[in-house]
């Protein structure tokens, strides 16, 4: 079903004297709202019977036992809608709506589950962790990180961890090339700084504005590590730093053989996965 709507009826009207807008009645608004709403819903309706289709054709094709979570289609998604034309809505409206419907569609092909590890600040990171996975998949608070890699590694499991000082969870990823993160937590830059990322068994790639994350034992003033990657061409930030492991988000999409990252010290180091950047709206 495509919906145009009519070219006869914009919402206003124009007082001959001057060019001051009339509003409408406010059950004429009313109605065309509930108008709006059916069709929405009836379109809803449509996109989540269409997931059916997707996992239906998945599994013709031999791909129905795979997770389905693909973060470079849900980026392009996204991105692909934020760029379209609009009047109204702002853009955090139309990321949490897309957001709830692909999580939607995802919990509709097959196994999902998000098991969340908060840290510190255990309420924020869940909130942040329904912000960006949605109403859908069933979530399970844990109280060790290592409980939350456990769940990531079972059919449609997401790990939430948050970025605690406690545990270096992160380097637990150098031992696990299966699992990688491919979410940083919250999904808005206009929430707040990164506090958890997500890590699951998917295949990552580019996305043209990506964040990529990479641990290392390297000692000594973080600012000098910064300071040296810099000189490679490598922008980094510090994110977190436990047990002697820091972890780094790098600006941009890295392979895991990229040769500056190579040159960069420390004995034990190596990227955990990468992400979409957070929307900056």
Known sequence: ???????????????????TPTARPLEAVR???DEVDRRLLELIDERAALAGEVAAAKAA?????RFALRPQREAEVVRNLLGRSRTAAPAGLIVRIWRELMSDS?????PYHVSVYGGQTPD??????????GAAPPFTAVSRPEDAIAAARTPGGVAVLALDTRTPWWGRLLAEPALRVFAALPCLNAWGRPT?????????GPTGGD????????????GRLVEALSKDGVAAELLADAGGLRLFELVGYYQSDDERLARAPGRLTGVIGAASAPLDL
């Open 61 to 65: 094709a031999g791909e129905g036992g």
């Open 124 to 133: 924020g990171v869940r909130e942040a962790a329904r912000m960006r996975f």
């Open 196 to 204: 958890a990322l997500a890590v699951a068994e998917v295949e990552i």
């Open 211 to 222: 964040r990529t994350y990479w641990v290392t034992d390297a000692p000594g003033p973080p």
């Open 31 to 33: 109605a065309r709202l």
């Open 1 to 19: 079903m495509t919906y145009r709507p009519s070219l006869q009826n914009t919402g206003t009207a124009m007082d001959a004297s001057d060019s």
């Open 106 to 110: 995802l919990s509709r092909q097959g």
